[in-house]
């Protein structure tokens, strides 16, 4: 990468500067969230454990099991995914860890799916870390009774106070037994309502155990981007073993969701200054065997199918396939220009938005406009006065905003029309032309700022304004009765007579059938 920026210092600054940009302008919550919680220079350093993880493309061996994982109940491992518990009535299974681990600070990230076709599901998904495996039992597919802390996603409303789904942080020390019927919230140490069922994305949960505090962050599945994480809770002064295993249950019940997880990465932390812990030992012999001879046979398989390709297309024998990755000074232009699609993309949404607000204070100026004709001729005249002046201070800030919005819009309007010069192709622009590409996004950042500063004081007026709290909408009249007493009355008597005069034909036409038999 520093070759890459050396070569087109005019494309990656853009870049630089699109990116500041759209963090704070469009994220500006969730930037100061994420950096109000961690810190730089005190952040732990992350070593991934592949013994402990899982996930795909081969996450399955061809005997069905899960290297350095052990799978009970009706889990079902496949090549790209472990379904913990299908979606069949009164169904559990769970999947845990081999070799317990020993680290004093760690980090878990969950990817997993909950999907089923009704509206509510049962009963939800579990993950744990205990000093003992439960392999089976009645929490979400697990022991009760554990001892460690579990943290449960909850999809069931078993209690009946429509707090579900909801994400849920269990300690236990071995001698509680879990409250299934309040949803374990009189156990609960944090919780966070989360919807995680039937999501377009897979959801991921990221769970940190880091200096007695036990944190869980959420991505809630709307997004492709890994790295969306939205605070879910938090646990502080919170003692968990040293040593334990880690697993992941699920569990079905009158209802039935398909528990899909797809992969289960841990890393050990190891707080800044201090030594990391040493590489565990190698692999025994005989894994070690058995996963030499399990490559070799793929090697094998993928040199025959090398073979059987060559012998179908000749034609393609020896000649060495370009284009297949793209380079980096194309990644880097790619990468400009989708930052710069992003931009004009929210300035446009947020036009729209500000036409809108444009379109409701223009109505709302028409509707004072005819409440003022209609009062000056039935108001008395000192009432009248004071109501005029009134409605007339409204008129003119509603008058104010207007300009305003009108002045947000061509604001707008020009910051989008310099995106778009922005947008041509700099291949032929030299020093010059990096040069006028900054110059553009500076003047980009200015524009959005003011528009930043006048939208915050606009709002500020509108919320201090004392015309909202005296001037209020026409109630409308009242709703004549559709059906009154005597046409009630009415209609029950012709009923009754028609319903009587029936009964008697009915009886006469059986009397007459009668005759004949």
Not at 12 to 23: D, Q, R
Request: glycine share 6%; with cysteine.
């Amino acid at each position: 990468m520093a070759v890459s920026t050396a070569q087109r210092p005019a494309a990656a600054a853009p870049l630089f500067i699109l990116t500041f940009l759209s963090a704070f302008l469009f994220h500006c919550g969730a930037a100061d969230s994420s950096a109000g919680g961690s810190d730089p220079e005190g952040a732990p350093h992350r070593r991934f454990e592949y013994k402990y993880s899982f996930k795909g493309p081969h996450l399955s061996q061809p005997d069905g099991s899960i290297p350095f994982w052990i799978h009970t109940g009706n889990a079902i491992p496949s090549s790209d995914q472990v379904r913990v518990a299908p979606s069949l009535r009164s169904q559990k299974g769970s999947v845990w860890t081999k070799n317990r681990i020993n680290f004093k600070h760690w980090e878990a990230e969950v990817t997993f799916r909950v999907s089923g076709r009704g509206r509510m599901g049962a009963d939800g998904l579990a993950v744990w870390f205990t000093t003992t495996q439960g392999l089976d039992g009645p929490v979400y597919g697990a022991a009760d009774q554990w001892n460690g802390v579990g943290i449960f996603f909850d999809s069931f409303d078993n209690d009946g106070k429509k707090n579900n789904p909801a994400i849920i942080v269990v300690g236990n020390n071995g001698k509680l037994v879990y409250d299934h019927q309040n949803d374990g919230t009189t156990q609960a140490l944090g919780t966070c309502l989360r919807d995680f069922r039937n999501k377009p994305y897979p959801i991921r949960a990221k769970i940190t155990y880091y200096k007695q505090t036990l944190t869980v962050m959420i991505n809630n599945g709307f997004t492709p981007d890994k790295n969306d994480y939205e605070f879910c809770t938090k646990v502080d002064n919170m003692i968990v073993p040293l040593q334990g295993f880690f697993g992941i249950s699920a569990a079905t019940g009158g209802l039935a969701d398909d528990h899909d997880v797809l992969s289960f990465l841990l890393f050990s932390l190891t707080e800044p200054g201090e030594e990391p812990p040493p590489v565990e030992s190698e692999i025994p012999k005989e894994e070690k065997d058995k996963y030499q001879e399990e490559f070799q046979n793929f090697q094998q398989e993928l040199d025959k199918k090398k073979e059987e390709f060559q012998k179908e297309h000749p034609d393609v024998q020896g000649e060495p396939i370009e284009d297949v990755f793209e380079s980096v000074n194309d990644r880097e232009i790619r990468q400009v220009f989708e930052g710069q699609n992003q931009i004009h993309l929210e300035i446009k949404q947020l036009n729209r938005q500000l036409a809108m607000i444009l379109d409701e204070q223009r109505r709302y100026v028409s509707v004072i406009t005819d409440e003022i004709a209609k009062k000056g001729s039935q108001a008395d005249p000192g009432q009248l006065q004071s109501t005029s002046q009134l409605l007339n201070t409204v008129v003119a800030t509603e008058q104010e905003i207007l300009r305003n919005l009108n002045d947000f819009r061509s604001s707008f309007h020009e910051s989008v029309k310099q995106i778009g010069m922005a947008q041509q192709p700099h291949d032929q622009a030299g020093a010059a032309g990096g040069y006028e590409t900054v110059q553009h996004f500076n003047d980009i950042k200015e524009h959005l700022h003011v528009v930043k500063r006048d939208l915050e004081h606009l709002v500020q007026r509108n919320a201090q304004s004392p015309s909202e709290k005296v001037v209020k909408c026409p109630e409308p009249p009242p709703m004549p009765s559709c059906l009154s007493t005597v046409h009630f009355a009415i209609f029950i008597v012709v009923q009754s007579v028609l319903f009587f005069c029936y009964i008697m034909y009915k009886s006469q036409k059986e009397a007459a059938a009668k005759k004949f038999f």
